[in-house]
Nanobody, 118 residues
Framework: QVQLVESGGDLVQPGGSLRLSCAASGLRFSLYEMAWYRQAPGKERELVAGITRGGNTKYRDSVMGRFTISRDNDKNTVYLQMTSLKPEDTGVYLC????????????WGQGTRVTVSS
C-alpha cells in the first residue's frame, strides 16, 4: 500500500533551519505532484509548498524566500528546506501526494512536528 513517511521535525530556535523529508513507497512517485502542508494548533491545514512532476514549484506567501521544496525521483523522496524559521511556522508538517487529474489518488503522511521557540 501507499506510504508517506515524514521525518526531520524538531524544536528549533527562531532564525534556525530544518530540512524535512518525506519518503514515499507503494506508488509511482515520479507521476505524482507532491506538496507539504502544515497544521498549527487550532488552525486549518494550509498548503506550504508544492512541486509538480516537472519540478515547477509554488509557495504560500509567508514562506516565499525562506523555504525550498525539492524532489528526488530516484529516491522517491520530497524535501522541504526551511530557513529563517519563525514561531508562526510551528505546526505539524504533512506530506501529500496527488496524481494529477485523478482526485481519488491522493495520499497523506502522518506528519512531523516542527516547533519554533526560544
Amino acid at each position: 500500500q501507499v506510504q508517506l513517511v515524514e521525518s526531520g521535525g524538531d524544536l528549533v530556535q527562531p532564525g534556525g533551519s530544518l530540512r524535512l523529508s518525506c519518503a514515499a513507497s507503494g506508488l509511482r512517485f515520479s507521476l505524482y505532484e507532491m506538496a507539504w502542508y502544515r497544521q498549527a494548533p487550532g488552525k486549518e491545514r494550509e498548503l506550504v509548498a508544492g512541486i509538480t512532476r516537472g519540478g515547477n514549484t509554488k509557495y504560500r506567501d509567508s514562506v516565499m524566500g525562506r523555504f525550498t521544496i525539492s524532489r528526488d525521483n530516484d529516491k522517491n523522496t520530497v524535501y522541504l528546506q526551511m530557513t529563517s524559521l519563525k514561531p508562526e511556522d510551528t505546526g505539524v508538517y504533512l506530506c501529500n501526494a496527488q496524481m494529477p487529474t485523478v482526485s481519488q489518488l491522493n495520499f497523506w503522511g502522518q506528519g512531523t512536528r516542527v516547533t519554533v521557540s526560544s
